[in-house]
Nanobody
Framework: QVRLVESGGGLVQPGDSLRLSCVAS????????MGWFRQAPGNGHEFVAG????????YYTDSVKGRFTISRDNAKNSVYLQMSSLKSEDTTVYYC?????????????????WGRGTQVTVSS
């Protein structure tokens, strides 16, 4: 059974940093395309970042480029999202997703497995 468990969310002030973690079981993150999405209430899942399983090439949505970094630790079977210079508009629930594809899709329909999410709140 595949499980993706996110952690690391919380309440921070604008300009602060957070690192989200996604621990996988039932699959090997180094052989799956992994992605981070976020979803504000009433909205669909928005692609944030993805990492290609073969080469480790990373992809980002424009609004987080230069501020967020996705990475992978194969030994811990985990994927991370390092977020810095956080803004109030980054406030929402963040989800980890995995798919057998080589390249991470920017569409939520491109992922087979999802975690339950972790809340990030950026507020002064």
């Amino acid at each position: 059974q595949v499980r993706l468990v996110e952690s690391g969310g919380g309440l921070v002030q604008p300009g602060d940093s957070l690192r989200l973690s996604c621990v996988a079981s039932g699959l090997t993150v180094s052989t799956y395309a992994m992605g981070w999405f976020r979803q504000a209430p009433g909205n669909g899942h928005e692609f944030v970042a993805g990492i290609r399983w073969t080469t480790g090439i990373t992809y980002y949505t424009d609004s987080v480029k230069g501020r967020f970094t996705i990475s992978r630790d194969n030994a811990k079977n985990s994927v991370y999202l390092q977020m810095s210079s956080l803004k109030s508009e980054d406030t929402t629930v963040y989800y980890c997703a995995a798919d057998r594809s080589i390249e991470p899709s920017r569409l939520p329909s491109g992922y087979e497995y999802w975690g339950r999410g972790t809340q990030v709140t950026v507020s002064s």
